[in-house]
């Protein structure tokens, strides 16, 4: 229950009250909330459907605590559609979006929300450790998993030993989503390693350069790459010798081959190693290690 105390705090008395009575509370994954609609929980890898039905004062409720009843001084988190909680809980959002020169100004008339908890699991990298650290140098190691299967968690989990100990690495995390150090106020929620700096809410291709200007990293981490300016801010980053660790949404190997903005860093061996990710013995399954330099799994299940 510790772990989502502050999450219980923003829900409806009515709502929170039957969550209190749920099993395996503390497996608790997500919330899904929408007006006029039954609401559904997520334990672990399974759904739940409630007979609730959520009210239009439920989510007027919970939008005002989370902003601390001043949804204005909130605009800017709501305009990128979620905002963090104390906790490290990140709260999505759904409504009419108000639109000016062609961007999103903000979210009004909110009718769903998505409430994702955010976990820590300390120790979950035990496992991969060896395999993208050795004699005190980082393998460039990007992580590759459908959604939901955990990679985040240990992407946040590799941070933390990465950074931490006698002999740790200084750290930058470029966290577009709020998601690995789970910051709030601009503080991490999570325990990502004593020397860790984390730029919060920053495009990733923006935050790597800023990292590489100002913090003086020897590791780079960050989640889900995926577009041309990606690319290219990490090949900058490789060129002043900074390792990297990363993320993407795939199911194997193959998936970085197929697809063309990945094909100069799969060709020039930019990383070294990937640990690919399953929930087919529930999440955070890892299925292998590969190495990309011998072209072979150096670690499978």
């Given at each position: 229950?510790?772990?989502?105390?502050?999450?219980?705090?923003?829900?409806?008395?009515?709502?929170?009250?039957?969550?209190?009575?749920?099993?395996?509370?503390?497996?608790?994954?997500?919330?899904?909330?929408?007006?006029?609609?039954?609401?559904?929980?997520?334990?672990?890898?399974?759904?739940?459907?409630?007979?609730?039905?959520?009210?239009?004062?439920?989510?007027?409720?919970?939008?005002?605590?989370?902003?601390?009843?001043?949804?204005?001084?909130?605009?800017?988190?709501?305009?990128?559609?979620?905002?963090?909680?104390?906790?490290?809980?990140?709260?999505?959002?759904?409504?009419?979006?108000?639109?000016?020169?062609?961007?999103?100004?903000?979210?009004?008339?909110?009718?769903?929300?998505?409430?994702?908890?955010?976990?820590?699991?300390?120790?979950?990298?035990?496992?991969?450790?060896?395999?993208?650290?050795?004699?005190?140098?980082?393998?460039?190691?990007?992580?590759?998993?459908?959604?939901?299967?955990?990679?985040?968690?240990?992407?946040?989990?590799?941070?933390?030993?990465?950074?931490?100990?006698?002999?740790?690495?200084?750290?930058?995390?470029?966290?577009?989503?709020?998601?690995?150090?789970?910051?709030?106020?601009?503080?991490?929620?999570?325990?990502?390693?004593?020397?860790?700096?984390?730029?919060?809410?920053?495009?990733?291709?923006?935050?790597?350069?800023?990292?590489?200007?100002?913090?003086?990293?020897?590791?780079?981490?960050?989640?889900?790459?995926?577009?041309?300016?990606?690319?290219?801010?990490?090949?900058?980053?490789?060129?002043?010798?900074?390792?990297?660790v990363t993320t993407i949404h795939g199911?194997?190997?193959?998936?970085?081959?197929?697809?063309?903005?990945?094909?100069?860093?799969?060709?020039?061996?930019?990383?070294?190693?990937?640990?690919?990710?399953?929930?087919?013995?529930?999440?955070?399954?890892?299925?292998?290690?590969?190495?990309?330099?011998?072209?072979?799994?150096?670690?499978?299940?």
């Amino acid at each position: 229950m510790l772990a989502t105390k502050d999450l219980f705090e923003i829900l409806p008395k009515s709502i929170r009250s039957k969550l209190e009575q749920v099993n395996n509370v503390q497996k608790l994954e997500e919330i899904r909330i929408k007006v006029n609609k039954p609401l559904f929980i997520h334990i672990g890898s399974k759904e739940e459907k409630w007979d609730y039905i959520a009210t239009t004062e439920d989510l007027k409720y919970i939008m005002q605590r989370i902003s601390n009843y001043s949804i204005y001084a909130f605009e800017e988190e709501i305009r990128q559609g979620y905002i963090t909680i104390k906790g490290g809980h990140r709260v999505g959002l759904c409504g009419i979006c108000v639109v000016e020169n062609n961007n999103i100004k903000t979210i009004k008339d909110i009718s769903s929300i998505n409430i994702r908890a955010c976990k820590e699991i300390i120790g979950c990298a035990d496992k991969v450790m060896p395999y993208i650290m050795q004699n005190g140098s980082m393998h460039n190691t990007i992580i590759i998993s459908p959604p939901k299967c955990g990679k985040t968690t240990l992407l946040r989990d590799i941070t933390r030993q990465v950074s931490g100990g006698d002999k740790g690495k200084n750290v930058s995390i470029i966290d577009e989503r709020s998601e690995i150090a789970g910051s709030y106020k601009g503080i991490p929620q999570m325990d990502v390693g004593v020397r860790t700096d984390v730029l919060d809410n920053c495009p990733k291709s923006q935050g790597i350069m800023m990292a590489i200007r100002s913090m003086s990293p020897d590791v780079i981490v960050c989640d889900e790459i995926g577009t041309q300016n990606d690319m290219e801010s990490i090949l900058m980053a490789l060129n002043s010798g900074i390792s990297l660790v990363t993320t993407i949404h795939g199911f194997g190997i193959e998936d970085l081959y197929k697809r063309l903005v990945f094909k100069d860093i799969v060709e020039n061996y930019v990383f070294s190693r990937a640990i690919v990710l399953s929930n087919k013995k529930g999440i955070g399954t890892i299925e292998s290690i590969y190495d990309f330099t011998k072209g072979i799994d150096v670690w499978r299940s």
